[in-house]
T-cell receptor, first 114, second 112 residues
Framework: AQSVTQPDIHITVSEGASLELRCNYS??????LFWYVQSPGQGLQLLLK??????LVQGIKGFEAEFKRSQSSFNLRKPSVHWSDAAEYFC????????????FGTGTKLQVIP | EAGVTQFPSHSVIEKGQTVTLRCDPI?????LYWYRRVMGKEIKFLLH????????ESGMPNNRFLAERTGGTYSTLKVQPAELEDSGVYFC??????????FGPGTRLTVT
């Protein structure tokens, strides 16, 4: 069955520390992969996306993600977290190819402590 | 360029009442999607319009939900009658052909 898993519901990091949010998917081929962020009171903002090509993808706000086909993973990373990064992060997948319905993971809430 | 807008931002209604949510997509986007997030669960797809036609409505939970997109511009999602389990955040997204989806800020629906 097609699915997206974000194993960490809640993560707390210190400001300035590095961050990695995990995402795994289950699918027989390579899907389109996305990371979205939702800050308090805001909508969903696209951080980055992967369709093909270079497996290390750069996004906005200093985020990057790496696609690993062998692990069916698309983990999000940031070398140094800022207090303003506190938000909920969603891994998302389009399984069918093209821009059809998006399947979301359950989200990871990031707390940043001083 | 204006993004996807949704109205209202928050609605509180009683069980059994009717509520209509509105979504205005980015101008020129033929594709319009509705999603819903219920009580801390994952965001789930409801349906997809291409212009005024329903392309995929496999995620609509039941016949109390009615989505329309007259003229292929804005869309409405009506819930009638509302039940407690309909509470959640309703997101709208739009896209042009071959592009990613841009999401609106969502409408928080509370059914009491």
């Amino acid at each position: 069955a097609q699915s997206v898993t974000q194993p960490d519901i809640h993560i707390t990091v210190s400001e300035g520390a590095s961050l990695e949010l995990r995402c795994n998917y289950s699918y027989g081929a390579t899907p389109y992969l996305f990371w979205y962020v939702q800050s308090p009171g805001q909508g969903l903002q696209l951080l980055l996306k992967y369709f093909s090509g270079d497996t290390l993808v750069q996004g906005i706000k200093g985020f990057e993600a790496e696609f690993k086909r062998s692990q069916s993973s698309f983990n999000l990373r940031k070398p140094s977290v800022h207090w303003s990064d506190a938000a909920e992060y969603f891994c998302a997948v389009v399984f069918s190819g093209g821009y059809q319905k998006v399947t979301f993971g359950t989200g990871t809430k990031l707390q940043v402590i001083p | 360029e204006a993004g996807v807008t949704q109205f209202p931002s928050h609605s509180v209604i009683e069980k059994g009442q009717t509520v209509t949510l509105r979504c205005d997509p980015i101008s020129g986007h033929d594709n319009l999607y509705w999603y819903r997030r219920v009580m801390g669960k994952e965001i789930k797809f409801l349906l997809h319009f291409v212009k005024e036609s329903k392309q995929d409505e496999s995620g609509m939970p039941n016949n109390r939900f009615l989505a329309e997109r007259t003229g292929g511009t804005y869309s409405t999602l009506k819930v009638q009658p509302a039940e407690l389990e309909d509470s959640g955040v309703y997101f709208c997204a739009s896209s042009s052909l071959g592009s990613e989806q841009y999401f609106g800020p969502g409408t928080r629906l509370t059914v009491t």
